[in-house]
């Protein structure tokens, strides 16, 4: 049902590349699947606009959601030709969602190499959003974006030759820093639209090449990023690099929102992906779920050794190499370990050797798998997150929810979410500081230890399963931006 909003409301815009359970490559795609709802509930008049990559519009209708042509097309002037787009209308968790058809969203959602060509169609994006007001009828306040592949929006709204004419303010929201969109100036800058004096090192202007989410920092209204710990470590050199200069210099507009949780959709006790449900009441269903895991890995289903559970992106910011440097000492710990994810073949293969290494102890469930990672949540007993550094991280709240302990490097919002049972108010898991292998078996081997007396086990389950990882206190904290924004 659609949420109503009084006429006085904001009204937002949501300009995002990806929306769970559409097109979910990582955390965003679960924020603009789920913030938008919670906003709606908090009195926001919020829609959502998104291209229809490949396959989006077939999973629409496969989920049975009801949608429309809005009789409007969208035309964006980019590259000395006219893009338009159809524009779906869709009512996704009772918001008001346009998905753009278009030859340009017939490629690879995220392009393996970034170029003029490739950046292109996040542009022509971002200007058909610009654009969306006259079809629908309806004229955002805020453009809400969201990473650099909708950061060119607040730069469209500063200094391209005919929007920066129209008004508007803008919100630039940073999930990972570690993306920027940065490729050749030629010719995107005549391609764009943009004004010629508008590249410059003060705006998105990188080392001599376009810095789409520098360009969005510089020109958005407002900024935030995903967790307070994280906005303060992105102003440093250690965390960002050369952008951390930037980003202390536009710290006046930064604020650190930490994420939630679809707590509807990740719930131990309503989730039908998993074998039997359980409650903080009742935990005998998450024992069922242990079983079956382990006989999905091919392991001995009556084993009482605590399993480490992993469902990640393989990327260098999760810290892999870590786990596959220690895979003799997690071995050693008795414990099984159990790893699903897909992502740069360096991490895969080291991972893939670990596993091989130690057929007892290891396993690797390699690519993405919906299904799969709910029965890891729901059948793990301790959920490993090493990461480098982590936005917000979302895999260590998901794994409290379904009871499975987590352990993690106490960096970004894993900082913000996870606190470390030994100290002396206790805690929800396991932290460690240091990046390396020796930290990570040292909150490891504690957790490990920890399991064998069940009932203080049970007390730490208990804690992480209380947690409150609702929208509802972040969609308020989002709300009083917009409204600041307004003043
Ligand atoms: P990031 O956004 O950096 O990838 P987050 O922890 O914020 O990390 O979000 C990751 C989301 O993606 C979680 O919902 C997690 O369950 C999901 N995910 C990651 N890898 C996989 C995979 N291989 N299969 C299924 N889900 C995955």
């Known amino acids: 049902m659609a949420v109503k909003n009084d006429d006085n409301a904001l009204k937002v815009l949501f300009v995002t590349t990806e929306l769970a359970p559409f097109s979910k490559v990582g955390g965003l795609g679960d924020v603009a699947g789920s913030l938008p709802k919670a ?19 077939e999973k629409l209708e496969a989920a049975g959601v009801k949608h429309s042509t809005v009789k409007t097309k ?47 169609p996040f542009a022509v994006f971002c200007m058909q959003a610009l654009e969306l007001k006259d079809a629908i009828g309806w004229t955002p306040d805020i453009y809400h974006c969201h990473d650099w592949t909708s950061a060119f929006l607040p730069c469209a709204l500063a200094w391209h030759r005919h929007y920066r004419q129209t008004g508007g303010k803008s919100i630039m929201t940073l999930h990972n820093v570690a993306y920027q969109g940065v490729f050749e100036p030629y010719p995107f800058l005549d391609a764009s639209g943009l004004e010629p004096w508008s590249f410059n090192s003060s705006t998105m202007e990188f080392y001599g090449q376009v810095n789409l989410l520098k360009g969005g920092i510089v020109a958005a209204t407002a900024v935030s990023t995903v967790s307070p710990t994280y906005a303060s470590e992105i102003q440093t050199y250690e965390s960002t690099r050369e952008l951390s200069g930037i980003l202390y210099q536009q710290r006046g507009k930064l604020r650190g929102i930490i994420n939630g949780l679809d707590t509807k959709f990740w ?8 074998p039997a449900n359980f409650t903080i009441k009742d935990l005998k269903g998450k024992a069922a779920c242990k079983k079956a895991l382990l006989q999905r890995a091919g392991l001995d289903p009556n084993s009482d050794a605590p399993v480490i559970v992993c469902v990640s992106r393989l990327v260098e910011q999760k810290g892999f190499d870590m786990v596959f440097n220690a895979a003799g000492q997690i071995a050693e710990t008795g414990a099984k370990l159990l790893i699903l994810g897909s992502g740069q073949d360096w991490i895969e293969n080291g991972l893939a050797q670990a596993a091989a290494a130690y057929p007892d102890s290891i396993k690797l469930f390699k690519g993405y798998d919906e299904p799969l990672s709910h029965l890891l949540y729901a059948g793990g007993d301790i959920f490993l997150m090493p990461s480098v550094f982590e936005p917000c991280g979302l895999s260590q709240m998901i794994s409290m929810r379904y009871g499975t302990v987590p352990v993690v490097r106490e960096v970004g919002g894993l900082r913000d979410t996870v606190f470390d049972v030994d100290r002396p108010e206790g805690g929800n898991g396991f932290t460690f500081l240091t990046c390396d292998v020796d930290g990570m078996m040292w909150a490891l081997r504690r957790a490990v230890e920890r399991y064998k007396d069940k009932e203080a086990w049970k007390k730490i389950m208990l804690e992480g399963m209380r947690e409150d990882f609702t929208w509802d206190k972040s969609a308020g904290l989002y709300k009083e931006m917009y409204e600041d924004l307004m003043q």
């Open 39 to 57: 906003l709606s509930q908090a009195g926001v008049d919020v829609r959502v606009v998104t291209p229809a990559w490949p396959g989006v519009l």
């Open 74 to 120: 969208v035309y964006a002037a980019y590259d000395w030709r006219i893009h338009s787009a159809e524009v779906i209308k869709a009512e996704v968790n009772g918001v008001a969602t346009y998905f753009l058809k278009a030859e340009d969203y017939t490629g690879d959602m995220y392009p393996q190499q970034l170029n003029f060509w490739t950046a292109s």
């Open 267 to 274: 719930d131990a006790a309503g989730d039908k992906t998993i």
